[in-house]
């Protein structure tokens, strides 16, 4: 019988704070986006909108 020694678990961070950052900012100015496209929207000033 051989014996063979377990080989170590080697894990990979695919998913870094830099990108999970970017990500939920986008998740959350997309929202921003769509709950203030109505007009006369509460969101639209902060979101940057003009009011002419």
């Known amino acids: 019988m051989t014996s063979t020694a377990p080989q170590a678990i080697r894990t990979i961070k695919t998913w870094d704070w830099g990108v999970r ?10 929202a921003v986006t769509f ?7 509460a969101l639209s000033p902060p979101a940057g909108s003009r009011r002419s």
């Open 21 to 30: 950052l970017f990500h939920w900012l986008l998740v959350a100015s997309i």
């Open 35 to 41: 709950l203030s496209s109505e007009e006369g929207s």
